[in-house]
């Protein structure tokens, strides 16, 4: 798989989200720049409020912006409304944390599928076919087709939510805590599942997530957010192995290990880093 760093697919400038009165309000984002080349996997980690949830949302027109610009492919979407942002669906998808939240239950997997490539002008014997290899490319039977989402397990959910994200073959896909609600082992699986789809494919991925450890197995370079603000952004392996940021290596040291005298050693080094971070003043 190749990726182009210099021509980026995705750039997002000086981005501020404010919500509440302007100057006076809620900075969820302050002056965040990131960039996804083509074919690359961009973590964002941070810890609940640090922003990395709001910069997907905005991405997908789903948060307000305040001032900045998010450029997919050359073309400025930041202000995106109505039928130019319906178009980009067929270039930038979504995977959710809560796969059950994200899926109708009212609808079979077939249907649930099948149901953009038809609202995007695809016949319906064109569109099953399309869903049948995507079915089989997730790793779920093609009996699947015809069952509902309450029959299957979170991890298979989650595999459903990824087919429906990648069948309309996108560039981009925002991924939102998309393992974070599955068990260890699960968790294993899936992120295997993203890393061949890429591979296969080329597609893109913001892999937004709380856990280093996953972003480290999946991601190419990470950002790593604090308060609205990106503190550190490089090499997946540097930042989640020898971060230079001292909330990165907090984040690190949070990271449970097994071996019970280096887990206490993290421990205290963590909660010396935490003491140090509350002594220095918020800007």
């Known amino acids: ?21 302007p ?7 302050s002056g965040v720049s990131i960039d996804v080349g083509k074919g690359e996997c961009v973590g964002v980690v941070g810890e609940s409020g640090s922003g990395k949830s709001t910069l997907g949302k905005a991405i997908l027109g789903l948060a307000p912006v305040t001032s900045g610009r998010i450029v997919f492919d050359g073309e400025d979407i930041t202000q995106l409304k109505g039928a130019a942002r319906r178009r980009l669906a067929s270039s930038v998808q979504v ?7 994200s899926l109708d239950p009212t609808m079979t997997v077939g249907d649930i599928l099948a149901e953009p490539l038809e609202a995007a002008g695809k016949g319906r014997r064109a569109a099953r076919s399309a869903v049948g290899e995507m079915i089989e490319r997730v790793r779920l039977p093609q009996a699947a087709i015809d069952r509902y989402p309450s029959e299957f397990s979170g991890g298979q959910r989650q595999r459903i939510a990824i087919a429906r994200a990648l069948v309309r073959k996108p560039r981009l896909v925002v991924c939102d805590e998309p393992v974070s609600a599955l068990d260890l082992t699960t968790q294993a699986a899936v992120i295997d599942l993203f890393i061949e789809l890429q591979r296969d494919t080329g597609v893109s991925y913001l892999f937004v997530s709380h856990d ?20 550190e952004f490089g090499d997946g392996e540097q930042v989640t192995r020898s971060p230079v940021h001292p909330y990165s290596a907090r984040l690190l040291l949070a990271s449970p290990v097994a071996d019970p005298i280096a887990q206490a050693q993290r421990r205290a080094a963590w909660l010396q ?6 002594a220095t003043p918020a800007r």
Do not use: W
């Open 1 to 21: 798989m190749s990726m182009d760093r210099f021509n980026p697919l995705l750039s997002v400038e000086n981005l501020v989200v404010e919500y509440g009165t």
């Open 23 to 29: 100057g006076s309000g809620f900075k969820a984002l």
């Open 95 to 101: 995977v959710f944390q809560d796969p059950y939240g």
């Open 212 to 231: 280093l450890g996953v972003v480290r197995r999946i991601c190419h370079r990470v950002a790593v957010m604090k308060r609205g603000e990106v503190v």
């Open 273 to 278: 880093l935490r003491e140090s971070d509350v």
